[in-house]
């Protein structure tokens, strides 16, 4: 009797993974995976579970991690940089803090390298659960300068590579960053602008080494070489480059920019690229900065890669992936729950945002609360404007879609006079427009405002009737529109500017426009506060 349950159990689970392998679609997505500003990624496998990480500059909480079963769907699942003792990014903007970061795995143990600017230093943390909270920081003492760098496990050793001038590799005690043996040079690639985001892959007896070349613009692109000895000489492979929108085949994409590359392999063997890349709207010029793109990759045995057929990619991929397993999505409305996570006082994790919120800088978490008021974010605004390169009060979350609609509701009850709140779409201190709440002579107005360079505008204000506004931007891939509604039925038009003066093209720095809430005011000491019962993003 027992046998014949057995077997009748063990064949009714081969029929439902069969019939769960039918249900979740094994073909196509769309690209961006992480759409908004998602830069610089590299990616990992662990057994089944793949984890991702991406740079992100003067924003802290540091270096978002991401799981997924599939390469397709993805979900944060932690940061790598949660405490200021882990690194100090006071005063850094769109050009500094953390760049590129690098995922990887080794005897139980995640690594995270990355290099934090001005300082250019070099280091890595590691955990053995990525969703949690992540090591304090192993600086690599022999090598300041660039930026890119990667680790490398090979028979038992360690290796670190960076971008400085050429490639450079040599290798690492891993337990104390310490130099081990000697510094050898990889070279520039193929001789093309800016050679970074170096990964090396071992394979078929050779070692790969993948990088980017062009710098992070519209002449970006992928190569890879090899060679039998891992110090080299590496070959470039014929075919270079292997991942290119710059041709014109690729002119007229939507997605440009294709680069800074990293490769992984999936359970059943095949292979994936994942890279960045940018959605130019009008003029070309992008606001939402570079986003992480996914392309397979047939990598045949002794073979060069080929990705995607003909080293492009487009945002409806066609391609077979992997058994995809579909995630829970984002709320369209925030409602802002207190988040229990197991986190020390000291992260940023201990104030209980949802994953993807970000302040700036190394902000002061006492200016922000779920808390002292369950199922509001309440804010105590600072004497730091948000034109200022520091840490205002302010979090905020990717702008993930060329047009979307943002509203958020403020009860101002105690708002005080001089104070501001306001709703933001923030490229940089000095590029933002703004819905702000003010009090002025005992009155609540809503205005906009367009802080562009040394140019600081206010279109037009309305005064508030009782204390709850709702203010709103939306955005049609021309403008971004600012109002506001006493009610939230009735929106007042106050403002409209253009999209391309929040582009990386007219800003610089490599950072995207995030949608956020901030509060400030212009004198210390003042008890006054903000409430935000919710954020809707559509
Ligand atoms: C990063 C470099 C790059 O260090 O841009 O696109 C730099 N690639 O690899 C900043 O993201």
């Known amino acids: ?239 270079n480059p292997i991942l290119s929108h710059f041709n014109m085949k690729m002119q007229n994409s939507s997605i440009q920019g294709l680069g800074h590359a990293d490769l992984v392999q999936a359970p059943d063997s095949s292979w994936w690229m994942i890279c960045l ?51 829970k999505q984002d709320p369209v409305r925030e409602e802002f729950e207190f988040v229990k996570r197991n986190a020390p006082k000291d992260s940023y994790h201990s104030i209980g945002l949802p994953m993807g919120w970000m302040s700036l800088c190394d902000p002061d978490y006492t200016k922000y609360s779920l808390t002292e008021r369950k199922g509001w974010l309440r804010l105590h605004p600072s004497t730091t404007d948000l034109s200022v390169t520091a840490s205002p009060t302010f979090v905020a979350r990717r702008q993930t879609e060329l047009t979307f609609t943002a509203t958020a509701l403020f009860d101002l009850t105690h708002l005080e006079e001089g104070m501001q709140a306001g709703i933001t779409a923030y490229a940089a201190p000095l590029n933002h427009y703004d819905v702000v709440a003010e009090k002025r002579n005992g009155k609540i107005f809503m205005k906009s405002n367009v802080r562009l360079g040394q140019t600081s505008h206010n279109e037009k204000e309305i005064e508030l009737t009782g204390n709850q506004a709702y203010l709103r931007i939306t955005s049609d891939k021309e403008f971004y529109y600012m109002s506001a509604s006493s009610d939230g039925v009735n929106f007042t038009p106050l403002a409209k500017m253009e999209y391309r003066f929040l582009s990386t093209e007219t800003i610089g720095g490599f950072t995207g426009v995030m949608l956020g809430v901030f509060a400030q005011q212009n004198v210390e000491g003042r008890d006054g506060y903000v409430d935000i019962d919710w954020f809707e993003y559509k």
């Not at 970074?196 to 790969?208: F, L, R, T, V």
């Not at 996914?294 to 991929?317: H, I, R």
Request: hydrophobic share 35%.
């Open 1 to 239: 009797m027992n046998r014949l349950i057995v077997s009748l159990l063990f064949t009714s689970s081969i029929l439902c993974s069969f019939a769960q392998s039918l249900t979740t679609s094994n073909q196509g997505f769309k690209n961006p995976v992480l759409p908004g500003f998602h830069a610089d990624p590299s990616v990992c496998r662990v057994g089944d579970d793949f984890y991702l990480v991406n740079s992100t500059f003067q924003y802290f909480p540091g270096v978002p991690v991401f799981h997924s079963k599939d390469l397709v769907n993805w979900e944060q699942v932690g940061n790598c940089l949660t405490r200021p003792t882990q690194v100090d990014l006071r005063k850094t903007d769109g050009n500094s803090g953390i760049y590129a970061p690098t995922i990887r795995y080794n005897n139980g143990r995640f690594y995270m390298v990355t290099t934090v600017f001005p300082s250019r230093r070099h280091f890595y943390v590691w955990t053995d659960n990525p969703a949690g909270e992540w090591s304090d920081p192993v600086v690599i003492d022999f090598a300041i300068g660039s930026c890119d760098p990667t680790l490398f496990f090979d028979e038992g050793k360690c290796y670190f590579l960076w971008k400085e001038g050429d490639i450079k590799i040599c290798e690492i005690d891993v337990e104390t960053g310490k130099q081990l043996g000697e510094i050898h040079h990889l070279g520039v690639g193929l001789g093309g602008r800016y050679p970074e985001g170096p990964h090396i892959y071992k394979k078929d007896g050779y070692y790969y080494l993948l990088l980017a070349e062009g710098g992070t613009e519209h002449g970006h692109h992928v190569n890879i070489l090899r060679s039998k000895d891992l110090f080299g000489p590496y070959q470039s492979n014929p075919s």
């Open 277 to 327: 890349g940018y959605r130019t709207s009008a003029y070309l010029q992008h606001v939402m900065g570079r986003e992480t793109m996914l392309a397979p990759v047939k990598w045949e045995k002794g073979a060069w890669p080929v990705v995607n057929g003909d080293g492009t990619l487009q945002v409806d991929m066609k391609c077979a992936t992997l058994p995809q397993v579909p995630l």
